[in-house]
């Protein structure tokens, strides 16, 4: 059914979400999600046809020329600025793609039950695991884990967002949280297999290679699909920049579409810009070898002297 207010649009109920997003499968088409920063990149990406919206902290970062991974740093509220990308920018623009809202599982300062009634009511229509610990490793990911911010957090969200009925389209980085997310309820499982490559902030020597990621994925869709077979499997990350690699990524694996947010958001606007500016700068200009300044003078017509006014 339609936004019972408006007639159309945001929010959709989870079972909308998941008919949508089957009803692109059966037309043969992958289903493409993107992370938008900002509204415009919002209204354009839909106008693109992507099935899916989601905002992200790391995207106000990313649009503001940093690097995503700002976006599990300290360096605001995830939660808030999530939620104020999406009530002011992307929700007032887009017209009829599902928007989802990255929520922050393992905030330690919010009730994570009272968070999602305000994505909810504010018009999402479904959240994903973001920023999310999944993607940490080593001895900081043992921190997190043994100091109450684990992974196991964002489990639990996936969980409360299902019993309130949002779409759920999460994160993970290894078959064992797939599995995990899959049990919680999760609608669709992005394969993340590490920031991805080029562009001006894009890593080099931390990407994988793009066979090392086939393997990556198709063990977390696996072990996923054991769990549930209806159960959506995306890719996104690392080597996986571009609509070749992805494509690459989708013959050799049993996903059925991409997450593009640098690839496809930041790397969008840089080569963009990049090429219409260069356009600009070489427009013919015919009067400008006349449009030269003309020589100071001393207040008497002749030319003043240098180092005098």
């Given at each position: 059914?339609?936004?019972?207010?408006?007639?159309?649009?945001?929010?959709?109920?989870?079972?909308?979400?998941?008919?949508?997003?089957?009803?692109?499968?059966?037309?043969?088409?992958?289903?493409?999600?993107?992370?938008?920063?900002?509204?415009?990149?919002?209204?354009?990406?839909?106008?693109?046809?992507?099935?899916?919206?989601?905002?992200?902290?790391?995207?106000?970062?990313?649009?503001?020329?940093?690097?995503?991974?700002?976006?599990?740093?300290?360096?605001?509220?995830?939660?808030?600025?999530?939620?104020?990308?999406?009530?002011?920018?992307?929700?007032?623009?887009?017209?009829?793609?599902?928007?989802?809202?990255?929520?922050?599982?393992?905030?330690?300062?919010?009730?994570?039950?009272?968070?999602?009634?305000?994505?909810?009511?504010?018009?999402?229509?479904?959240?994903?695991?973001?920023?999310?610990?999944?993607?940490?490793?080593?001895?900081?990911?043992?921190?997190?884990?043994?100091?109450?911010?684990?992974v196991r957090k964002e489990f639990e969200m996936v969980a409360l967002a299902r019993k309130m009925?949002?779409?759920?389209?999460?994160?993970?980085?290894?078959?064992?949280?797939?599995?995990?997310?899959?049990?919680?309820?999760?609608?669709?499982?992005?394969?993340?297999?590490?920031?991805?490559?080029?562009?001006?902030?894009?890593?080099?020597?931390?990407?994988?290679?793009?066979?090392?990621?086939?393997?990556?994925?198709?063990?977390?869709?696996?072990?996923?699909?054991?769990?549930?077979?209806?159960?959506?499997?995306?890719?996104?990350?690392?080597?996986?920049?571009?609509?070749?690699?992805?494509?690459?990524?989708?013959?050799?694996?049993?996903?059925?579409?991409?997450?593009?947010?640098?690839?496809?958001?930041?790397?969008?606007?840089?080569?963009?810009?990049?090429?219409?500016?260069?356009?600009?700068?070489?427009?013919?200009?015919?009067?400008?070898?006349?449009?030269?300044?003309?020589?100071?003078?001393?207040?008497?017509?002749?030319?003043?002297?240098?180092?005098?006014?």
């Amino acid at each position: 059914m339609p936004n019972p207010w408006t007639g159309k649009g945001n929010p959709y109920t989870r079972r909308e979400v998941i008919d949508r997003l089957r009803a692109t499968l059966e037309r043969g088409e992958p289903i493409i999600a993107a992370g938008a920063g900002t509204g415009i990149s919002a209204k354009f990406i839909e106008k693109g046809g992507a099935d899916l919206i989601i905002i992200y902290n790391s995207g106000r970062f990313r649009m503001s020329g940093h690097g995503s991974t700002c976006g599990l740093m300290s360096y605001g509220d995830a939660n808030a600025i999530a939620m104020e990308i999406g009530e002011h920018e992307v929700l007032p623009v887009v017209d009829e793609v599902p928007v989802i809202c990255g929520v922050h599982a393992t905030d330690p300062r919010r009730r994570m039950w009272h968070w999602l009634l305000q994505v909810k009511a504010m018009g999402f229509s479904g959240v994903n695991n973001f920023p999310t610990h999944a993607i940490v490793d080593g001895q900081f990911r043992q921190v997190l884990e043994e100091t109450g911010m684990s992974v196991r957090k964002e489990f639990e969200m996936v969980a409360l967002a299902r019993k309130m009925e949002l779409f759920s389209i999460v994160y993970v980085a290894t078959p064992e949280e797939s599995a995990e997310m899959a049990k919680a309820g999760a609608d669709a499982i992005i394969a993340h297999v590490g920031t991805t490559v080029g562009g001006s902030i894009g890593v080099t020597g931390a990407a994988c290679t793009l066979d090392e990621a086939v393997r990556r994925t198709q063990a977390i869709v696996e072990s996923a699909r054991r769990v549930r077979r209806d159960i959506f499997c995306l890719s996104h990350g690392g080597p996986i920049g571009t609509p070749a690699d992805a494509a690459y990524v989708n013959q050799h694996t049993d996903c059925v579409g991409f997450v593009g947010a640098s690839s496809l958001e930041r790397i969008g606007v840089e080569q963009s810009l990049v090429e219409i500016t260069r356009r600009f700068k070489a427009i013919p200009a015919p009067a400008a070898p006349r449009a030269r300044p003309a020589r100071a003078t001393d207040g008497r017509g002749k030319p003043a002297q240098k180092g005098k006014r």
